[in-house]
């Protein structure tokens, strides 16, 4: 493998993980907070409104993440990054 063969790689793998992190962020928001399925799913199911609205709250930090986000890419992670 050459050097530019292997950065081209590194740049690919790099890509790779932002797009499954970037994805798994969003799922938790995705099954809580849009279309209300979830919530409508529990209710058929016969759950109470008090715990369909305390499992909302999953919701909250990713309604948040433009707060924090900026945080987390300002300040060095503790682990070590590629």
């Given at each position: 493998?050459?050097?530019?063969?292997?950065?081209?790689?590194?740049q690919v793998r790099k890509?790779?993980?932002?797009?499954?992190?970037?994805?798994?962020?969003?799922?938790?928001?995705?099954?809580?907070?849009?279309?209300?399925?979830?919530?409508?799913?529990?209710?058929?199911?016969?759950?109470?409104?008090?715990?369909?609205?305390?499992?909302?709250?999953?919701?909250?930090?990713?309604?948040?993440?433009?707060?924090?986000?900026?945080?987390?890419?300002?300040?060095?992670?503790?682990?070590?990054?590629?």
């Open positions: 493998m050459t050097a530019a063969n292997d950065g081209s790689l590194r890509m790779g993980s932002l797009l499954m992190l970037g994805f798994a962020g969003g799922l938790p928001f995705l099954l809580t907070g849009t279309g209300r399925a979830l919530q409508a799913w529990l209710k058929t199911e016969g759950v109470s409104d008090t715990v369909i609205g305390l499992f909302s709250l999953a919701a909250l930090p990713y309604s948040l993440k433009v707060f924090w986000a900026p945080l987390l890419d300002r300040f060095i992670p503790p682990f070590p990054r590629a």
